[in-house]
């Protein structure tokens, strides 16, 4: 049989992932190093979360000015946003813009998943192996595989036997999904499903949405941009990205420096109206407290509660929306188009599944505890095996065989969020331990890309040869994660996938670094300036005196 697959010649470099964060790195590391760089993807495309996540109504929360790379002059002032917040076909056009106008597709394999990835110290590669059965050795292995890419399918018994249609939002199909005349089941009401419902609901004979958690949203008031927005702009990207760089989310608004408590109770109420009518995730930002203050917090989960049962005309069915038990923002706070608005409708229900829980999926639909719900198509907008699934999903094997999943039985240990010890030479953009899901996107990852191509650019100027984090460092990290946590009302929701609450069996560690990216990227800079503190970096040994 001849070889069909014969052994590539040895990377520099080996990227895994097309979206955002991997296409960016491979500029990095092939264009400005010059390295022998492939990136692998799984997908047909580029695109990673923009290219799976095509759902009704699926649009970035991120006001779309800020929601793209700002290392290229030239590309920040060519590319125009039609939409305050950029819906997913915009994004996918986007970062297709960027494969090609930085010509990328040359170096990016597609169709091509990891199945497995394993140091080995003899040889001091990482030997990258893939499901059509190619291998690849390389020396520096940088995982881009997003934080929300593994898909959470909760294990209701019975879906087997389900006669209908049934779809994963996080793996739409490509050709979409039309629900004209159908009835519709949708589970789950995070920010995923709060986008969803209200264009499924506009479609579908009959929709019914399931709720385990009650949710706060605001309107996101989403709106063509104009042409003098765009101008503006075009004209103040420096002075725009100086305030993502400024503020703890990356976001293009400063959070007010009031507290709760400087203001009366009236002046507070119309700041949060003022608030509401501005709409989006600015909401968060109407007091400098409201994340570490459960009292302040309680004031703005107060006046979102009454919008939501002021605008929900069922009283029943307010009462459930509004039932929320955890401080506003506690979970990543989802902004929507008309999502209260929906359960107006004639054509959509709400189940409680606190007072009566999914028991199964039939043949025909979804039983809970007391009724049994027809439906022709099921929705799982049910999330994502956060932050670690994507790495474990890898196969990953460090020193000695260890595998990534044991290392982390406990909870993912990293330094900083981009190594991991007893890993050499692998680095993990927006792995857990970095502020990623708590900042706007694409700014973390610009970050971490430019920190990684500046630790591999030292680590080739000085024939370092094995650049490896200490477990002294990772657990010192996971203290301050912690701590960061803790500062904040986060913890408060339980429940929530940033503590990998949400995947039975997931060990409970808040995952994302809750200090802000201002702050991580002062902490990254010092340890640059302290001469890689927290890596052991070993010399190449053919140029050791
Ligand atoms: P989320 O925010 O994890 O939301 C998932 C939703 O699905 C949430 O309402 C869950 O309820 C619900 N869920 C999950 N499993 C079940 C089961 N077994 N039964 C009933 N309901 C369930 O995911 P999204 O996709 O909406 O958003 C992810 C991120 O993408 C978002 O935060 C942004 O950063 C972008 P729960 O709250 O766990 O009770």
């Given at each position: 049989m001849p070889d069909t697959h014969p052994p590539q010649p040895h990377l520099d470099a080996l990227i895994i992932g097309a979206g955002f964060a991997g296409m960016y790195q491979l500029i990095q590391l092939?264009?400005?190093?010059g390295l022998t760089t492939r990136l692998l993807e799984a997908?047909?495309?580029?695109?990673?979360t923009w290219f799976w996540n095509?759902?009704?109504?699926?649009?970035?929360?991120?006001e779309s000015h800020s929601y793209?790379?700002?290392?290229?002059k030239e590309l920040l002032e060519e590319w125009e946003w039609s939409e305050r917040y950029p819906e997913q076909p915009e994004i996918l056009r986007y970062l297709n813009h960027v494969a090609d106008r930085f010509d990328l597709r040359r170096s990016i394999s597609f169709n091509t998943a990891v199945t497995a990835c394993a140091y080995n110290a003899a040889d001091n590669r990482w030997h990258i192996s893939t499901a059509g059965g190619q291998s690849f050795t390389c020396t520096w292995l940088i995982t881009?595989?997003?934080?929300?890419?593994?898909?959470n399918l909760p294990a209701i018994p019975g879906l087997d036997s389900f006669k209908g249609e049934w779809y994963h939002t996080g793996q739409w199909p490509h050709e979409g999904v039309d629900f004209t005349g159908k009835t519709v089941a949708q589970i789950g009401t995070g920010s995923t499903g709060i986008q969803a419902a209200p264009v499924i609901a506009a479609q579908a004979a009959h929709l019914t949405i399931f709720q385990r958690t009650a949710n706060y949203s605001v309107p996101a008031h989403n709106a063509p941009l104009t042409r003098d927005f765009k101008d503006w702009v075009k004209h103040n990207h420096p002075e725009i990205r100086a305030v993502m760089k400024s503020t703890p989310n990356g976001h293009p608004f400063r959070i007010a420096?009031?507290?709760?408590?400087?203001?009366?109770p009236e002046e507070r109420e119309a700041l949060y109206e003022e608030a509401w009518a501005k709409g989006?995730?600015?909401?968060?930002?109407?007091?400098?407290?409201l994340l570490v203050n459960k009292a302040a917090n309680a004031t703005a989960a107060d006046f979102l509660k009454r919008k939501i049962r002021g605008i929900v005309k069922n009283p029943e069915t307010a009462a459930v929306l509004s039932?929320?038990?955890?401080?506003?923002?506690?979970?990543r706070p989802p902004i929507d188009t008309h999502y209260f608005d929906t359960?107006?409708?004639?054509?959509v229900a709400l189940v409680d599944l606190r007072k009566a829980p999914i028991e199964r999926i039939t043949e025909t639909g979804i039983k809970t505890a007391d009724t049994e719900y027809q439906a022709d198509i099921i929705v799982f907008a049910t999330g994502f095996d956060a932050m670690t699934g994507p790495l474990f999903r890898l196969n990953l094997t460090g020193r000695d065989g260890m595998r990534l999943q044991d290392a982390w039985s406990a909870g993912p240990e990293t330094w900083l969020g981009l190594a991991v010890p007893g890993f050499p030479n692998l680095f993990t953009i927006t792995?857990?331990?970095?502020?990623s899901v708590l900042c706007n996107m694409p700014v973390c990852i610009e970050q971490h890309v430019d920190w990684i191509t500046a630790c591999i650019d030292h680590a080739r100027a000085n024939q370092i040869a094995t650049i490896e984090t200490t477990p002294e460092a990772a657990i010192a990290w996971s203290d301050t994660v912690d701590a960061a946590a803790h500062a904040?009302?986060?913890?408060?929701?339980?429940?929530s996938w940033y503590l990998g609450a949400?995947?039975?069996?997931k060990p409970r560690r808040f995952m994302p670094?809750?200090?802000?990216m201002a702050q991580y990227r002062d902490i990254c800079d010092t340890v640059v300036a302290r001469g890689y503190e927290g890596f052991v970096m070993a010399p190449d040994p053919a140029h050791a005196s």
């Amino acid at each position: 049989m001849p070889d069909t697959h014969p052994p590539q010649p040895h990377l520099d470099a080996l990227i895994i992932g097309a979206g955002f964060a991997g296409m960016y790195q491979l500029i990095q590391l092939r264009d400005r190093l010059g390295l022998t760089t492939r990136l692998l993807e799984a997908a047909s495309g580029v695109g990673g979360t923009w290219f799976w996540n095509r759902y009704p109504g699926a649009r970035c929360d991120s006001e779309s000015h800020s929601y793209c790379y700002g290392f290229s002059k030239e590309l920040l002032e060519e590319w125009e946003w039609s939409e305050r917040y950029p819906e997913q076909p915009e994004i996918l056009r986007y970062l297709n813009h960027v494969a090609d106008r930085f010509d990328l597709r040359r170096s990016i394999s597609f169709n091509t998943a990891v199945t497995a990835c394993a140091y080995n110290a003899a040889d001091n590669r990482w030997h990258i192996s893939t499901a059509g059965g190619q291998s690849f050795t390389c020396t520096w292995l940088i995982t881009a595989v997003g934080c929300l890419s593994s898909a959470n399918l909760p294990a209701i018994p019975g879906l087997d036997s389900f006669k209908g249609e049934w779809y994963h939002t996080g793996q739409w199909p490509h050709e979409g999904v039309d629900f004209t005349g159908k009835t519709v089941a949708q589970i789950g009401t995070g920010s995923t499903g709060i986008q969803a419902a209200p264009v499924i609901a506009a479609q579908a004979a009959h929709l019914t949405i399931f709720q385990r958690t009650a949710n706060y949203s605001v309107p996101a008031h989403n709106a063509p941009l104009t042409r003098d927005f765009k101008d503006w702009v075009k004209h103040n990207h420096p002075e725009i990205r100086a305030v993502m760089k400024s503020t703890p989310n990356g976001h293009p608004f400063r959070i007010a420096e009031r507290k709760v408590a400087d203001v009366s109770p009236e002046e507070r109420e119309a700041l949060y109206e003022e608030a509401w009518a501005k709409g989006g995730l600015q909401f968060r930002a109407t007091f400098q407290d409201l994340l570490v203050n459960k009292a302040a917090n309680a004031t703005a989960a107060d006046f979102l509660k009454r919008k939501i049962r002021g605008i929900v005309k069922n009283p029943e069915t307010a009462a459930v929306l509004s039932d929320i038990d955890h401080p506003y923002a506690a979970k990543r706070p989802p902004i929507d188009t008309h999502y209260f608005d929906t359960f107006n409708r004639d054509n959509v229900a709400l189940v409680d599944l606190r007072k009566a829980p999914i028991e199964r999926i039939t043949e025909t639909g979804i039983k809970t505890a007391d009724t049994e719900y027809q439906a022709d198509i099921i929705v799982f907008a049910t999330g994502f095996d956060a932050m670690t699934g994507p790495l474990f999903r890898l196969n990953l094997t460090g020193r000695d065989g260890m595998r990534l999943q044991d290392a982390w039985s406990a909870g993912p240990e990293t330094w900083l969020g981009l190594a991991v010890p007893g890993f050499p030479n692998l680095f993990t953009i927006t792995g857990p331990g970095s502020p990623s899901v708590l900042c706007n996107m694409p700014v973390c990852i610009e970050q971490h890309v430019d920190w990684i191509t500046a630790c591999i650019d030292h680590a080739r100027a000085n024939q370092i040869a094995t650049i490896e984090t200490t477990p002294e460092a990772a657990i010192a990290w996971s203290d301050t994660v912690d701590a960061a946590a803790h500062a904040t009302l986060l913890p408060e929701a339980g429940h929530s996938w940033y503590l990998g609450a949400n995947v039975p069996g997931k060990p409970r560690r808040f995952m994302p670094y809750a200090g802000g990216m201002a702050q991580y990227r002062d902490i990254c800079d010092t340890v640059v300036a302290r001469g890689y503190e927290g890596f052991v970096m070993a010399p190449d040994p053919a140029h050791a005196s």
